[in-house]
């Protein structure tokens, strides 16, 4: 797991690029300016790692743009020891940036190569989510209520059983459409049959997908 002063030098830079593009979060920017983005993604991508863009991970996934990242994590407001549920554990880039913050975090993904990829990944950099192999639509509803939700492939429409699963006082964050584009929306529980539901600009995201992929 070879991480050098290059590779911490070109973090720095990321980090910057992100900041400049208005992720004011410095906890978040402390995040991904600590996470050795190249050991999740494939030795040919290596040298495209800190860019800010996405990539390619296989099985029809990227790694998100790391803005992308940043964004929906500013949004969702991670306090230390939240509980937070995360649907499309992917790379598990995002899982890491989490974890970083404090948080508990309990990972679902229905790609079975990508599922046991993480579970690798995270583990030799000393990262220890929950992991689970199954269908995101449904949550995981034995270890909520969560005080955080996040998403991080596009869904067709926002799953009740996910904002049933929030605490109130919760938050989750989702982006919302068709295959093309969707809205980001951030969802507040405000009490137990009262959300506030709010916008935040259209990003591309893969699509969240029901079921897993056995």
Do not use: C
């Amino acid at each position: 797991m070879n991480d050098t002063y290059r590779h911490k030098g070109l973090r720095k830079q990321l980090v910057e690029t992100i900041r400049s593009k208005g992720i004011l979060d410095e906890k978040v920017l402390e995040a991904i300016g600590n996470i050795p983005r190249h050991l999740f993604m494939d030795s040919g991508f290596i040298t495209f790692s800190y860019k800010d863009q996405a990539f390619p991970i296989g099985e029809g996934q990227t790694i998100s743009q790391p803005y992308t990242v940043a964004f929906q994590t500013q949004l969702l407001e991670v306090k230390p020891s939240d509980r937070v549920l995360e649907i499309g554990t992917g790379s598990g880039y995002q899982t890491a940036v989490l974890i970083e913050l404090g948080a508990f975090v309990f990972t679902i993904e229905r790609q079975r190569k990508l599922f046991l990829k993480a579970q690798e990944n995270l583990g030799l950099l000393g990262y220890k989510p929950h992991f689970f192999y199954g269908d995101g639509y449904q949550g995981k509803p034995t270890y909520g209520p969560y005080d955080r939700i996040l998403v991080t492939a596009g869904a067709e429409y926002i799953p009740a059983k996910l904002k049933g699963q929030l605490k109130v006082g919760g938050i989750m964050v989702i982006p919302v459409g068709d295959r093309n584009s969707q809205r980001m929306i951030r969802i507040v529980r405000k009490a137990e049959t009262d959300f506030e539901q709010s916008e935040h600009g259209l990003f591309a995201f893969v699509p969240l997908l029901t079921g897993r992929e056995d």
